[in-house]
């Protein structure tokens, strides 16, 4: 049973930087992508980033591209994502994820193409 833990959430003003760690435990080379969403209140599930572990091609919705990094150290199981530039819009639990079968990049940010999913972290943006 593969476990996601998100961590690095917090209170940010606007255009400061976070970075989230997405620590996987039982994470196996089965995995074709890992992946952060983020939800606010109100508002669908939304894909931000995505790496792909087979070619590690990244993948960024049109909103944060440019100011957000995905990457992974392979060594430690563990993904992260370095936000810069934080706008207020930003603000939304921010959940890592990943997709071992029938994976399509082409449906990268579709949340039903993942099969494990972090309890989520936090983060604020605010003045």
């Known amino acids: 049973q593969v476990q996601l833990v998100e961590s690095g959430g917090g209170l940010v003003q606007p255009g400061g930087s976070l970075r989230l760690s997405c620590a996987a435990s039982?994470?196996?080379?089965?995995?074709?992508?890992i992946a952060w969403f983020r939800q606010a209140p109100g508002k669908e599930r939304e894909g931000v980033s995505c790496l792909s572990t087979t070619d590690g091609l990244t993948y960024y919705t049109e909103s944060v591209k440019d100011r957000f990094i995905i990457s992974r150290d392979n060594a430690k199981n563990t993904v992260y994502l370095q936000m810069n530039s934080l706008r207020p819009e930003d603000t939304a639990v921010y959940f890592c994820?990943?997709?071992?079968?029938?994976?399509?990049?082409?449906?990268?940010?579709?949340?039903?193409?993942?099969?494990?999913w972090g309890q989520g972290t936090q983060v604020t943006v605010s003045s």
């Open positions: 994820a990943t997709a071992r079968y029938n994976f399509w990049a082409t449906r990268w940010d579709s949340g039903d193409m993942y099969d494990a």
């Open positions: 039982g994470f196996t080379l089965d995995y074709y992508a």
